[in-house]
């Protein structure tokens, strides 16, 4: 299973972002799709998870009601939208997936349960 990341970029406070992560090798409906960022000199950080069957979705108190994330099985492809953006926001983010056949309502907020990852796209949001 391959993640590639994509749609990092520069963006002024308050702008607006999507990522987005496409798997192949493997079929993304079995997958957790997590989003992780890590800003440097600080290590990994969850962001957000959603469920395989994209009922469930979590989210980190710090990007709670700004960040949004979503899944197209269809295209096999996961996103983060990412609005009113901060300069604390700025990080590498990263997507990672977790097999999961059963429970289609749950998703992990921790980066050891998540077996596959993307290379990483970077984000900086300037003041």
């Known amino acids: 299973v391959q993640l590639q990341a994509s749609g990092g970029g520069l963006v002024q406070a308050g702008g607006s972002l999507r990522l987005s992560c496409v798997v192949s090798?493997?079929?993304?409906?079995?997958?957790?799709m997590g989003w992780f960022r890590q800003a440097p000199g600080k290590e990994r950080e969850f962001v957000a998870a959603i469920s395989t069957s994209g009922e469930m979705t979590y989210y980190a108190d710090s990007v709670k009601g700004r960040f949004t994330i979503s899944r197209d099985n269809a295209k096999n492809t996961a996103y983060l939208q990412m609005n009113s953006l901060k300069p604390e926001d700025t990080a590498v983010y990263y997507c990672?997936?977790?097999?999961?056949?059963?429970?289609?309502?749950?998703?992990?907020?921790?980066?050891?349960?998540?077996?596959?990852w993307g290379q990483g796209t970077q984000v900086t949001v300037s003041s």
């Open positions: 090798g493997g079929t993304l409906p079995n997958y957790v």
């Open positions: 990672a997936a977790d097999l999961r056949l059963f429970n289609a309502q749950f998703a992990s907020t921790t980066a050891t349960t998540y077996e596959h």
